[in-house]
């Protein structure tokens, strides 16, 4: 598929950790480099190839399908943006699916568009995996893939509608943290690639991590440091660059009083509250309508009802303690 976003002209000299949106280079303070879908080693998803049935892939196009039926054909893993149609157009709005918006055309449409950072994981244990699985096998794509030593891979522009979230893809950026997955209990206890028998390090946390997600009783190997320190700054830089993306989580609705006033408070730059006082993440999927509204960092299962990722293992209150540092260091605020 072209785009006008697939090869940017890349600056002169280059630190290392810059991302790419709408063609401009931005700097994350990783310490690991980033690396871009044009570096050596990097990972493409304006590939079209290899070749996928089109009768299922989901880039190919009517013509594609007509002619080609269930043979193989090169098609896109990405498309575009759309904006949401105003109040005024009197329709309802893209996503969830309605009445479709103008494209996402230029740098100005998409600080317009982006609310959301979808987070993943990608339940293949290494970002190399995760994207041929994606891109060579699936025929989909995500922004960012974060590797455990905290390596992250961008394959596409932000500008782009990379399909990784169904009915969020337009308002979102994904990530996918490289991880071997969340395991059902006790379905799928002896398939699991790590031993669950450890009982105490699963009940202390220390290598595993218990929880419930969209009713799901799993058991996960825990994200690295390095994880969370790149996706953290990560997280800040979109941040500064997108207004309408804001540092929050969804949060249990039941939480009591004070902790959602303390994480209001934390939200707005009141770095001496402790993340401890932070109110629990949701761990169901939102409401269509909660989720069109929200804006900040969400995980796959709040957007879809089959899906567990990023997992319970997911710190989520680390993410926004660790974005609130990263951004305070460049002296932004989370506002």
Same mark, same amino acid.
């Given at each position: 598929?072209?785009?006008?976003? #697939?090869?940017?002209?890349?600056?002169?000299?280059?630190?290392?950790?810059?991302?790419?949106?709408?063609?401009?280079?931005?700097?994350?303070?990783?310490?690991?480099?980033?690396?871009?879908?044009?570096?050596?080693?990097?990972?493409?998803?304006?590939?079209?190839?290899?070749?996928?049935?089109?009768?299922?892939?989901?880039?190919?196009?009517?013509?594609?399908?007509?002619?080609?039926?269930?043979?193989?054909?090169?098609?896109?893993?990405?498309?575009?943006?759309?904006?949401?149609?105003?109040?005024?157009?009197? #329709?309802?709005?893209?996503?969830?699916?309605?009445? #479709?918006?103008?494209?996402?055309?230029?740098?100005?449409?998409?600080?317009?568009?982006?609310?959301?950072?979808?987070?993943?994981?990608?339940?293949?244990?290494r970002s190399r995996e995760c994207f041929r699985v994606l891109h060579d096998e699936r025929g989909l794509s995500c922004h960012f893939?974060?590797?455990?030593?905290?390596?992250?891979?961008?394959?596409?522009?932000?500008?782009?509608?990379?399909?990784?979230?169904?009915?969020?893809?337009?308002?979102?950026?994904?990530?996918?943290?490289?991880? !071997?997955?969340?395991?059902?209990?006790?379905?799928?206890?002896?398939?699991?690639?790590?031993?669950?028998?450890?009982?105490? +390090?699963?009940?202390?946390?220390?290598?595993?991590?218990?929880?419930?997600? +969209?009713?799901?009783?799993?058991v996960q190997l825990n994200f690295t440091d390095k994880q969370y320190d790149a996706l953290a700054r990560l997280y800040a830089t !979109? !941040?500064?660059?997108?207004?309408?993306?804001? !540092?929050?989580?969804?949060?249990?609705?039941?939480?009591?009083?004070?902790?959602?006033?303390?994480?209001?408070?934390?939200?707005?730059?009141?770095?001496?509250?402790?993340?401890?006082?932070?109110?629990?993440?949701?761990?169901?999927?939102?409401?269509?309508?909660?989720?069109?509204?929200?804006?900040?960092?969400?995980?796959?299962?709040?957007?879809?009802?089959?899906?567990?990722?990023?997992?319970?293992?997911?710190?989520?209150?680390?993410?926004?303690?660790?974005?609130?540092?990263?951004?305070?260091?460049?002296?932004?605020?989370?506002?």
């Amino acid at each position: 598929m072209p785009s006008e976003w #697939a090869s940017p002209r890349i600056p002169s000299p280059r630190v290392g950790d810059e991302i790419v949106v709408a063609g401009e280079f931005l700097h994350t303070d990783a310490p690991n480099r980033v690396v871009c879908w044009f570096d050596p080693g990097g990972f493409d998803a304006y590939r079209t190839t290899p070749a996928l049935p089109v009768d299922t892939a989901p880039g190919a196009t009517p013509k594609q399908v007509a002619e080609l039926g269930g043979a193989k054909g090169e098609v896109a893993r990405f498309g575009s943006r759309r904006l949401k149609p105003s109040p005024a157009d009197g #329709a309802v709005g893209s996503p969830p699916r309605g009445g #479709a918006g103008a494209l996402v055309t230029d740098a100005f449409d998409l600080t317009e568009c982006v609310t959301q950072l979808v987070v993943h994981h990608d339940g293949c244990g290494r970002s190399r995996e995760c994207f041929r699985v994606l891109h060579d096998e699936r025929g989909l794509s995500c922004h960012f893939l974060v590797d455990v030593d905290g390596r992250v891979f961008q394959t596409l522009d932000v500008a782009e509608r990379a399909w990784h979230a169904t009915d969020a893809n337009d308002v979102s950026i994904g990530v996918e943290l490289a991880s !071997l997955g969340a395991f059902r209990e006790p379905q799928d206890v002896e398939t699991t690639p790590f031993d669950v028998s450890d009982t105490d +390090n699963v009940k202390e946390h220390r290598d595993f991590k218990r929880g419930i997600v +969209n009713g799901h009783l799993l058991v996960q190997l825990n994200f690295t440091d390095k994880q969370y320190d790149a996706l953290a700054r990560l997280y800040a830089t !979109l !941040l500064r660059r997108f207004p309408k993306l804001k !540092l929050a989580y969804p949060i249990e609705e039941s939480s009591a009083d004070d902790k959602k006033k303390a994480f209001a408070t934390a939200l707005d730059g009141d770095v001496g509250v402790s993340r401890d006082a932070y109110p629990d993440v949701d761990t169901d999927k939102l409401t269509d309508a909660r989720r069109r509204d929200f804006a900040g960092a969400l995980g796959h299962f709040h957007v879809q009802s089959n899906k567990v990722d990023p997992g319970p293992a997911f710190d989520w209150k680390r993410l926004i303690a660790e974005t609130r540092t990263a951004l305070a260091a460049n002296g932004a605020d989370a506002s």
